[in-house]
Structures are given as C-alpha cells and as structure tokens.
T-cell receptor, first 113, second 112 residues
C-alpha cells in the first residue's frame, strides 16, 4: 500500500463546478499536511497547508480527518486556470529526519469551458 | 527574487557518462532536497541535506551522490547514469523541517 494515495483522475469538470479530491495516508503519526499544485511541465508550488480544524483560502477549502487518515481539497466555482495536477503531501517528522515528506502521485484536474 | 535554480534544464546523455545537475537557492534555507518524478509514482526523495556537510539518503538514493559544501548549493551527481535514471528531477529548499518546499524549475534527463 502506498503511503499517500490519491485518485489520479483525470477529473474533467465544467467551469463553475465544485470539485473535491481526497487523499489517504497510511502513517497515523503524520504531523503536517499540504496541498501542492503542479502545472504541466512545471515545478510544484504550495497551494495551502491543511490544519486540523480545516481551513479556507478563497475558493479552496482543505480538511483533515485524522481518525480516518485522509485529507480533502474542495474547489468551488472552478476556473479554467485551476486546471493542474494537485499533489497531496504528508510530513511525518521522526527523530529530526526530513526524509518523511511524502508526496502523492497527484490528481489531474481539467476545467472545461 | 527568491528562487531555486537548476542547471541544466534539459539533458540527453549516454549510459555511463558522469553528469552533475546543479542546484542553488538564494533564500538562506538550511534544508535542501532532491526529488525525481516519474509517471504514476509521484515525487520521490533521493537525498536531502539539513545543513552544510550534512546529507542523508532519501527513499531512492541508489545511483546518486550529493554534496553540500556551501549552504546555497546542493549538486546532484550521477557517476554512471543508466536508462532507469531517465526522469524529471527537482531540487527543493525549505526554511524549516517540514516547512514549505520551494522547488526549482526541474531538469529533464534522458539517459540513452
């Protein structure tokens, strides 16, 4: 089982739609969680961190469910510019090791006009 | 401008010919990492460094070497590249352990 799993998609949605992605992680000691966005052939960039109480940034809402070990990303009122691959990232800090930053393989989103 | 730079951006080489991919950051970050990205496998960490002269293996270190002689630079060395090292490589830096990763633009490597 992969440490961080995402539905690869692709998700094809019309402009204005609401779309949600889930990501599950296997290590219950995971301590911090992020969503990164990666445009085609470009580097990943931080979209938002995910906090225990859930957090919102404009049209984007991230939620964490520790009991079920998953995080989610909700995008409301999708724009064409939201088309990208969304990477779920989980960090388990163990004995000062930085190596436990684990990336999911990404969910591809295409927003259609 | 705060950034991570990598060179070269594209490289085609042949099996066994040593190569180095450079990485430099101007944000005074202590933590730097190298990742490779392959379809369906996501980003996998190759090596990381927590400070000058401090490096450690990530998840897929075989066939790679790194060095951290200066805080800003973290080159990735392939002593004897093989076709299975054909991939997209990203260097990243962060201010703190588990902090936001700032990625370089990537290096596309093809080993024939």
């Amino acid at each position: 089982r992969k440490e961080v799993e995402q539905d690869p998609g692709p998700f094809n949605v019309p402009e204005g739609a609401t779309v949600a992605f889930n990501c599950t992680y296997s290590n219950s000691a995971s301590q911090s969680f992020f969503w990164y966005r990666q445009d085609c052939r470009k580097e990943p960039k931080l979209l938002m961190s995910v906090y225990s109480s859930g957090n919102e940034d404009g049209r984007f809402t991230a939620q964490l469910n520790r009991a079920s070990q998953y995080i989610s990303l909700l995008i409301r009122d999708s724009k064409l510019s939201d088309s990208a691959t969304y990477l779920c990232v989980v960090n388990m800090i163990s004995s000062g090791s930085a190596r436990q930053l684990t990336f999911g393989s990404g969910t591809q989103l295409t927003v259609l006009p | 401008e705060a950034q991570v730079t990598q060179n070269p951006r594209y490289l085609i080489t042949v099996t066994g010919k040593k190569l180095t991919v450079t990485c430099s950051q101007n944000m005074n970050h202590e933590y730097m990492s190298w990742y490779r990205q392959d379809p369906g496998l996501g980003l996998r960490q190759i090596y990381y460094s927590m400070n000058v002269e401090v490096t450690d293996k990530g998840d897929v270190p075989e066939g790679y070497k790194v060095s951290r002689k200066e805080k800003r630079n973290f080159p990735l060395i392939l002593e004897s590249p093989s076709p299975n090292q054909t991939s997209l490589y990203f260097c990243a830096s962060s201010l703190s352990l588990g902090g936001t990763q700032y990625f370089g633009p990537g290096t596309r490597l093809l080993v024939l």
